[in-house]
C-alpha cells in the first residue's frame, strides 16, 4: 500500500466539519479506490473546544491557517474558511508557495484572486481543485475543464444561487410576496441574516465569472459583470409570465457574441416547458451550449455541508489518485499565459427577446403611444396586451409587452421615452427573456 496523503483542513464550519467526517467515515472505500489512505494530519478553525461532530484527536492543531498551509505535513491543503481576502488568501497563497496542493470551495477568493493564485499554482507544478465553488454537488468544473475536450462553448449559463431560486419557486407555487418569501427562506436557514449578496445576484456572478473562464479560455473578470437581482420581482411579473408560457429564474449566462463576451446576472424568462424551468428550491443547475455536444444540463444540490463536501472530497480523491510526474491539467483549463484578456460586450448590445410590464395611467390613446414609440426604435412585438391581473383600477391599467429579438438598446430607448411621455403610474418593470432548451 502506498503512503496516505496527508491532508489539512482549515476552516470546520458547514463543509470543513463535513468534509472531515466524510473522510472519515468513508476511509476504507476511498483507500480502495484511490490506491492509498487519505489522512487528516492537520485541522485549522476560529474555535479550538467546539466540538466538530468528528473525532479529530489524530489531527495536529493549528490557532494560524497559514501556518497550518505551509506545514511539512501535509500534502493537500483544504481551505474552507471563506472570504476573499483576510486568512482564506493569506493561507492559500502560503500552501501554494510551500509547494502543497490546495483544495478550496471557496468562490469569492477564485473570482478575485483566481489568477494569481492559479499562477502560483503552475509555477509550482501543484494542483488547484475548487469543484465546490460552483454550484456545491455538481460536477460542473471537472465537466468543463476534462470532460468537454475540444468542445468549443457558445454559452454557459444557470441557476447558481439556491436562495434565489427557492424563493422564485415559492413565489409561483403560493403566490406570496417577494418580502414574505425572504423571511420565510430566513427563520428557515436558507437564506443569511444579510441576505444582500445572495439576493442582489454577487454569489451567482462570482460563480459565473469562473464558469467564464473555463468556458471562453479568458481572464477571471468578476468586476465585468452586468448584474441585477430578484428583489424587483413581484407576484405580477410571476403571474404574467406563467400566463404567457415562461417561469422566472435568476441566470448567471455567459455568451460569445459579435462584440466580445457577455457576463450577465438578472431575472430571466425561460420557456415553461424547458430543462431548467423544472428546476426547483434550492437545486442549482448549469447549462453548458457547445458546438460538438449541444446542450448539456447538470442539475443537483448546490450548496450544504454533504453535498459540498462530497465535492470536496473527490477534488482531494483526485490528487490521491495522481501518481508523481504526472502532468496536472491547468487550473482554468489552459496555461494562465494562454487566457486571453476579457473583451466585454457592453450590455446595450445584448440581443433577445424581452417581457415589459407598464403600470399607465387608463386614458385614451395611451396603448398606441407605447406602440408607436416601439415601432420608432424598430422593435417587433410578438403581443401587447392589456393585463387582467395587474394593478388595474379605474384610472390605472397594465400593459404587458413581448418583443421579438431585439437590443437592449433599443428596449432601454423605447422605455425611456414611454416615460417621459408620462404614461406610467409606476415603474417599469423590464426582464429579459432567454432562449432555453
Ligand atoms: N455552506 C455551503 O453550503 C457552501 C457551499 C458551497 C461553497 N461553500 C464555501 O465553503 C466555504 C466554507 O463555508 P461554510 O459554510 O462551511 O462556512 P462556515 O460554516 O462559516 O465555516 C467557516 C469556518 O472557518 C473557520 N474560520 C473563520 N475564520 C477563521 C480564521 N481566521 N482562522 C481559522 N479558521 C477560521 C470557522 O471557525 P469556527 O468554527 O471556530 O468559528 C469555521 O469553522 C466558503 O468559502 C463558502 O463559500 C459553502
Given at each position: 500500500m502506498s503512503e496516505a496523503l496527508r491532508v489539512g483542513i482549515a476552516g470546520l464550519g458547514t463543509v470543513g466539519a463535513s468534509v472531515a467526517r466524510v473522510l472519515a467515515e468513508k476511509a476504507s472505500e476511498l483507500t480502495r479506490q484511490c490506491g492509498r489512505p487519505i489522512a487528516v494530519t492537520g485541522v485549522s478553525a476560529r474555535t479550538r473546544g467546539r466540538d466538530r461532530g468528528v473525532d479529530l484527536s489524530a489531527a495536529q492543531w493549528f490557532d494560524d491557517p497559514a501556518e497550518l498551509a505551509a506545514w511539512?505535513?501535509?500534502d493537500v491543503f483544504v481551505e474552507?474558511?471563506?472570504?476573499?481576502?483576510?486568512p482564506a488568501l493569506a493561507c492559500v497563497t502560503a500552501a501554494l508557495e510551500a509547494g502543497h496542493h490546495v483544495v478550496t470551495a471557496n468562490k469569492a477568493l477564485l473570482a478575485r484572486h483566481g489568477l494569481a493564485l492559479a499562477k502560483i499554482a503552475e509555477a509550482k507544478g501543484v494542483l488547484l481543485n475548487y469543484e465546490a465553488a460552483v454550484a456545491g454537488g455538481i460536477p460542473v468544473i471537472k465537466t468543463m475543464r476534462?470532460?468537454?475536450?475540444?468542445n468549443a462553448v457558445t454559452r454557459v449559463f444557470g441557476i447558481l444561487n439556491g436562495t434565489c431560486n427557492y424563493i422564485l419557486t415559492r413565489m409561483e407555487a403560493e403566490g406570496i410576496s417577494f418580502e414574505d418569501c425572504l423571511k420565510d427562506a430566513q427563520r428557515l436557514g436558507y437564506a443569511e441574516a444579510d441576505p444582500t449578496f445572495d439576493i442582489e445576484g454577487h454569489d451567482t456572478a462570482h460563480k459565473l465569472a469562473i464558469l467564464t473562464s473555463l468556458a471562453f479560455g479568458s481572464r477571471i473578470s468578476a468586476d465585468d459583470i452586468y448584474m441585477e437581482g430578484i428583489s424587483n420581482i413581484t407576484q405580477a411579473d410571476i403571474r404574467a409570465a406563467g400566463e404567457l408560457g415562461y417561469r422566472i429564474k435568476l441566470l448567471g449566462v455567459a455568451q460569445r457574441t459579435e462584440s466580445g463576451i457577455e457576463q450577465r446576472v438578472h431575472p430571466t424568462m425561460v420557456p415553461t416547458a424547458s430543462v431548467i424551468a423544472q428546476v426547483h428550491g434550492v437545486t442549482n443547475a448549469v447549462a453548458i451550449e457547445t458546438d460538438i455536444l449541444g446542450e448539456l444540463l447538470l442539475s443537483g444540490p448546490g450548496a450544504g455541508g454533504n453535498a459540498t463536501a462530497s465535492a470536496v472530497v473527490g477534488d482531494v480523491a483526485d490528487i490521491a489518485k495522481a501518481r508523481p510526474g504526472f502532468q496536472h491539467g491547468p487550473v482554468f483549463g489552459r496555461p494562465v499565459k494562454e487566457l486571453t484578456p476579457y473583451k466585454k460586450a457592453r450590455m446595450r448590445t445584448h440581443e433577445g427577446g424581452y417581457f415589459i410590464r407598464l403600470t399607465v395611467h387608463d386614458r385614451t390613446g395611451v396603448f398606441a403611444a407605447i406602440a408607436k414609440r416601439m415601432a420608432e426604435n424598430e422593435i417587433s412585438l410578438e403581443s401587447i396586451v392589456q393585463h387582467a391581473n395587474g394593478a388595474n383600477t379605474e384610472s390605472q391599467k397594465t400593459v404587458i409587452l413581448v418583443t421579438h429579438e431585439t437590443t437592449e438598446a433599443a428596449v432601454r430607448k423605447a422605455v425611456d421615452a414611454v416615460t417621459k411621455d408620462g404614461h406610467l403610474v409606476d415603474k417599469p418593470q423590464v426582464i429579459r427573456i432567454e432562449r432555453a432548451a
Open positions: 511539512d505535513g501535509i474552507l474558511i471563506g472570504g476573499d481576502e483576510g476534462e470532460a468537454m475536450a475540444g
